[in-house]
């Protein structure tokens, strides 16, 4: 028969933040923004114990523990609009993730998770070209983050599902999108929009030296808060990819819009490219998606009189299989797939 163990815990959280903002204009081309966030937090685990359900008693009861932090994340931004329409910017963030504590603890003290920080340069580009018509934004960027939270997933890691710390990571990439309206002038064409997008991803743990992962050969759990430490270390993941960061993902997609009777058509189409990404630190072979594609596409009718509109679509047309999530378990590998190809009709009816 099977074992019912309840394992209970009660994260409390007292948060308090200041922040300011403010823009000089030195002329109508040029302007500096120039903010920032200061933020104290207090994590207190009140409760975590493991028992058996109609027990008066819990079997294992862990003291509670507290942690407080401070941060301060400024924000400066450098705008220049060398013409209308046109903004480029150079600006220069922090941002502030919380720590908290893995409270779903079955054999081991609750460990607490320090906070993650991230520092991001970036160079961007926004704009409305061809007499609006066109707008066209893009942007280079680098994020350095320290402390990295990982989420790791096995019993013998002290619980079900927790969470640990890396030591830093650094994602550059690139970006761009883009909406275009080809035939603004052109009677039966004006309703035509084009868009495309796409980011490049460069992401790695550059320190991440105490790694929680699963043998690839016997399958076993290793870590540094295994229940087989002394045998089992973290294993050294610096040079890995971060996890679901794809190295190039992009969009490409039209939508047509045209009158009909007492009411509008709209014809619309996009498809979806990811070259794949890992779902764990480790970069298992047995946790990964590889590349997809997924293609959607759909028909509607408004009827104006009633705001009425009938939609005939499709998803994932061509049937591609990728996971909704894939991760390693004590127990092998556990993943869910994405739904296959669906047709349908929506009718929406606003009154």
Known sequence: DPVTVRIRGILNTESSAAFMQTTAAFTDWLSLTVGGRYQTETRKLT???????????????????????????????????????????????????????NIISIYT????????????????LKSELLDKSLRFNAAIFENDIKDVQVQVISLASGGAVAFE??????????????????FPDADRLSGLVTTASGTYLDATYTTFREGSGYDEISGLFFGPNSLTQAVTPGRDFSGNRVVQSPEFSGTLGFGYTFELGEGSVEVAGDAYFNDGFFYTAQNSSRAMQDAYHVINARISYLYDPWQLRVTVFGRNLDDAEYYFYNFETDFGTSGLLQPPRMVGVRVNWEF
């Open 47 to 101: 409760t975590a114990t493991v028992g058996f359900p109609g027990t008066p008693q819990p079997l294992l009861r862990y003291a509670p523990r507290s942690a407080d932090t401070s941060n301060f994340s400024p924000k400066i931004s450098l705008d220049l609009r060398p013409m209308d329409d046109v903004l480029t910017y150079l600006s220069y963030t922090k941002g502030f993730k919380s720590g908290t504590y």
């Open 109 to 124: 003290q609750p460990g607490y998770v320090k906070p993650e920080e991230v520092t991001t340069v970036e160079l961007g």
């Open 165 to 182: 710390n890396a030591g830093k990571a650094r994602i550059r990439g690139a970006e761009f999108d883009l909406t275009w309206q080809p």
